[in-house]
């Protein structure tokens, strides 16, 4: 209806130089920016009087606006199928009970301009989706808000020289994959299908050959990211540096990314998958995992996952084990292979399907909560863990459909040295503190009335965990932010410096803090999302 008046440009390269020096003026208006974005403000008769403050309509104005500008093809309403759908994307139950005002469904960065710029006009809040697999509720949600899914934000594009490839936080770690893969190539990301490309990425993200290469984020190259003005810009080592280096973990609290330029690898076909062990050999495996994070830099092309697990009244561990070469004995993981397994699925396969593997025993539609901590590596530390994790889990073992695990990861030396790449990160770890255990506690269950108990069961882990550490200084303060619950301080856990310096930079690129206000969901730069610990 409105035509080439939406014909969207980016501001020009005037106002990007500008923003080096003020990157956004107090004097900054709103409305003059929506105008520059193409939107004809005048002809939305209920964005005109607007200016800048909040409104009871707020929302109901800022999605029928988003309708007006883009169509009901990028908008979704309550009470359509397309809604129901939406909302059943995500993995938990607990985010897909939150019901938004609409849905945005943006198809170009310029789009999600308009929506950032919408959303402070309007004081209508929204929250980002890539994969939807953050477990709690309002995580990548927002309830009577603008959800804005970046699903049709999905390019995959190698560079000339294959160096590189330029990836939209709509995609799927398998969608990247398998558009790679006919070119030996990968990228460090997931390892889980289904899980996205933006969460994953921005919080650090784990890959099976990060002893190789280190974490996801410090593969980026750059970031396409918009900021609170609506300003598109790219955050690399050389264009606004301090910015591309609180992406590489800071999470959701500085822009919506765009676009993620990410270093590629060679990657042909690997080897891994599940072995599962019985509580006898407990022992055995306890021993394995801490002689494999241990010797990591000896053959840095095996990863390890292991899972201490009770369903149907018995206790087991399983062993994700994974090899980044087609070799199915290799010598680093003979200690392992030697553990008697009840089941085993290990075998040469693609990177894909072994992420499909991995997503079938992770299927949407049941509660989830995820809780972690970090420990210095120590072999009768890992045994605590395991004996906490069982008997905490005995006063709730009952919940009906309940899978309660406890994942233990090493953050290797060679992870850690990879850390100092390209400027280093946020997240406060170096070489020095390491090798360090990685507790992931992961829960699934079926009814509302369990919440409590298992939430409490969950930090009462790491309540007496955490404690013993210290007892034995073993602690690290780490928090990962892609495994935390929302009762978890994850930035206040990267060291005091590493906040202030977050903060700076929020402050710099977003000085209305738009990205903590409007966009109040997942771990902001101060605290838990929720104080109220179990
Ligand atoms: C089954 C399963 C397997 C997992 N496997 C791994 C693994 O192998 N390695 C690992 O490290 N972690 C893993 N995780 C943890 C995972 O990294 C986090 O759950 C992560 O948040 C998921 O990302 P997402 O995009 O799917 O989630 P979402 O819920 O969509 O997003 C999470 C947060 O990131 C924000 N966000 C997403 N995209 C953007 C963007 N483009 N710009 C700004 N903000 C954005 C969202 O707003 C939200 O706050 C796994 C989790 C699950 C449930
Ligand atoms: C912002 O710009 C609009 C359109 O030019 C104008 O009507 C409005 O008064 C301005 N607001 C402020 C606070 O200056
Ligand atoms: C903006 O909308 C108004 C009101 O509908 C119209 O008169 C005007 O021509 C439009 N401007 C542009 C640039 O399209
Ligand atoms: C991963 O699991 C989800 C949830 O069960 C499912 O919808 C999706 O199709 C799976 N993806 C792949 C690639 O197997």
């Not at 018995?314 to 392992?336: C, G, H, M, R, W």
């Not at 009952?398 to 100092?420: N, R």
């Not at 699934?444 to 298992?454: F, K, L, P, Q």
Request: proline share 5%.
């Amino acid at each position: 209806m409105l035509g080439k008046a939406f014909a969207i440009g980016f501001l020009g390269a005037a106002a990007t130089s500008a923003a080096q020096s003020t990157f956004e003026p107090s004097d900054f208006n709103v409305t003059e920016a929506l105008i520059d974005q193409g939107v004809n403000v005048s002809a939305i008769p209920a964005l005109e009087g607007l200016v800048e403050r909040s409104s009871s309509s707020a929302c109901s104005i800022a999605c029928n606006s988003l309708q007006i500008i883009f169509g009901s093809g990028k908008v979704i309403t309550q009470q359509s199928s397309a809604y129901d759908t939406f909302t059943a994307s995500y993995w938990s139950v607990q985010q897909a009970s939150v019901d938004p005002y609409c849905v945005f469904k943006p198809a170009k960065s310029s789009e999600v301009s308009v929506l950032v710029l919408l959303s402070r006009l309007t004081q209508c809040p929204f929250a980002v989706k890539s994969g939807g697999h953050a477990a709690f509720g309002g995580a990548s949600s927002i309830q009577g808000g603008i959800t804005v899914a970046l699903e049709k934000i999905n390019e995959v594009t190698l560079s000339a020289d294959k160096k590189s490839a330029s990836i939209g936080p709509g995609n799927t770690w398998y969608d990247v994959y398998t558009r790679l893969e006919n070119q030996n190539l990968a990228v460090i990301g997931g390892r889980v299908a289904a899980i996205g490309v933006g969460g994953l990425t921005l919080g650090g993200g784990i890959s099976f050959f990060s002893n190789l290469y280190g974490w996801a984020c410090d593969n980026v190259l750059s970031y396409e990211v918009i900021t609170a003005s609506g300003l598109p810009i790219t955050a690399s080592p050389t264009s606004f540096p301090d910015l591309y280096w609180a992406l590489r973990g800071g999470g959701n609290n500085f822009g919506i990314v765009t676009k993620f330029t990410l270093s590629t690898i060679s990657q042909g076909k690997m080897w891994g998958g599940g072995r599962l062990i019985l509580e006898s050999n407990f022992p055995a495996v306890i021993t394995a995992f801490y002689n494999l994070g241990k010797n990591a830099a000896q053959d840095p092309n095996a990863a390890q996952i292991l899972s201490f697990a009770f369903a149907q009244n018995t206790k087991f561990a399983s062993a994700d084990l994974q090899y980044a070469k087609p070799v199915s004995n290799a010598p680093i993981l003979a200690e392992y292979m030697a553990i008697p397994a009840i089941q085993d699925s290990t075998r040469v396969r693609s990177l894909a399907d072994l992420t499909v593997q991995f997503n079938a025993s992770n299927p949407n539609g049941l509660r989830e909560t995820y809780w972690a901590a970090t420990f210095k590596l120590d072999k009768d530390f890992t045994n605590f863990i395991q004996t906490v994790f069982f008997d905490e889990i005995n006063a709730i073992a009952d919940a009906p459909a309940l899978i309660p695990a406890a994942t233990l990861q090493v953050i290797t030396v060679p992870q850690l040295e990879k850390m100092a790449l390209h400027g280093g990160n946020p997240l406060g770890l170096s070489a020095s503190m390491g090798p360090l255990i990685l507790l992931n506690l992961n829960m699934m269950w079926s009814s509302n009335s369990d919440d409590a108990r298992i939430l409490k069961a969950n930090s009462n882990i790491i309540r007496r965990t955490v404690a013993e550490a210290k007892k034995r200084g073993l602690a690290n303060d780490y928090v990962y932010m892609n495994y935390a619950s929302q009762f978890q301080a994850v930035v206040p856990s990267y060291g005091s410096g590493n906040q202030q310096r977050l903060k700076s930079v929020a402050a710099k690129y977003d000085p209305a803090g738009v990205f903590q206000n409007l966009q109040p969901g997942y771990f902001k730069l101060d605290g838990a999302p929720d104080g109220g610990m179990p």
